[in-house]
């Protein structure tokens, strides 16, 4: 399990498409500072982003574009696990003595460390690139609290997101459904408050938190929760095809 971890942080970073998505990435979030606005996938949050990005104003700015940054970790995952199905590659760790559930928490220990990774590298260069060129602002009420728990609860939802789309992957072995995934989610998933607004749970089910969100502590914990439970759900979904499928 650990050869595979290893190999596969090897091959991402010898992969030009990582590379190139992290590039994109960057220029992304020095479009914000510089310009006030980042770009974003689906709905975007409410509150307006167009804004002077001090550094602490671009973190909380930051906070807001978590579906740009799910796309990029959605393009590492297609590079990592992505090509392996589609091109058959899991068959030489399997039948190296790997098991197939050892291969299955191999890959996602790997997203999990690349979906922290991409939050902090976000968080950061926003932070740094703001407080250069705009100086460092002043941190909001709580601030160091409510932005960990942001963070968290961002991370649960991008792994969440994650495993929807590495369902979607182990089930057909096509790395085109990773995003068919993310982009049909993005609008199945805000249907139920459409059509049945008064369940309070299903608000949650957008998978979207951002630092404005984390000075409710209810908001909070339910959202928390409704990202484990999809995490769970479609791990569990996602490992039982895996392990009943043909090589």
């Known amino acids: 399990m650990l050869h595979t971890i290893q190999a596969d942080f090897y091959r991402l970073f010898r992969s030009k498409g990582f590379w190139i998505s992290e590039f994109f990435l960057i220029l992304n979030i020095i479009s914000g500072v510089f310009f006030g606005d980042t770009g974003h996938v689906g709905i975007q949050s409410p509150q307006k982003v167009k804004t002077t990005w001090t550094g602490f104003k671009a973190l909380v700015n930051c906070s807001n574009n978590i579906s740009t940054t799910v796309l990029f970790i959605l393009i590492i995952i297609a590079i990592v696990v992505g090509v392996d199905l589609n091109q058959k590659l899991y068959k030489n760790s399997i039948t190296c003595g790997?098991?197939?559930?050892?291969?299955?928490?191999?890959?996602?220990?790997?997203?999990?460390?690349?979906?922290?990774?991409?939050?902090?590298?976000?968080?950061?260069?926003?932070?740094?690139?703001?407080?250069?060129?705009?100086?460092?602002?002043?941190?909001?009420?709580?601030?160091?609290?409510?932005?960990?728990?942001?963070?968290?609860?961002?991370?649960?939802?991008?792994?969440?997101?994650?495993?929807?789309?590495?369902?979607?992957?182990?089930?057909?072995?096509?790395?085109?459904?990773?995003?068919?995934?993310?982009?049909?989610?993005?609008?199945?998933?805000?249907?139920?408050?459409?059509?049945?607004?008064?369940?309070?749970?299903?608000?949650?089910?957008g998978l979207n938190f951002n630092f404005v969100l984390a000075s409710d502590a209810t908001v909070a914990q339910n959202s928390a929760l409704v990202a484990l439970g999809f995490i769970v759900i479609f791990a569990l979904f996602g490992l039982i095809i895996f392990k009943k499928q043909d090589l």
Do not use: D
């Not at 191999?106 to 690139?129: D, G, H, N, R, T």
């Not at 979607?168 to 068919?180: D, P, Q, R």
């Open 98 to 205: 790997v098991s197939r559930t050892g291969y299955f928490f191999a890959k996602a220990s790997v997203i999990i460390a690349i979906s922290f990774s991409q939050f902090i590298l976000s968080y950061a260069l926003a932070f740094i690139l703001g407080t250069i060129v705009h100086g460092l602002g002043t941190a909001p009420h709580n601030f160091a609290a409510h932005f960990a728990v942001t963070v968290l609860i961002q991370l649960l939802c991008s792994i969440a997101w994650a495993s929807i789309a590495t369902f979607a992957l182990y089930m057909t072995h096509s790395i085109v459904a990773i995003f068919v995934s993310f982009i049909l989610g993005t609008a199945v998933l805000g249907l139920p408050t459409v059509f049945f607004p008064k369940i309070e749970l299903f608000k949650y089910f």
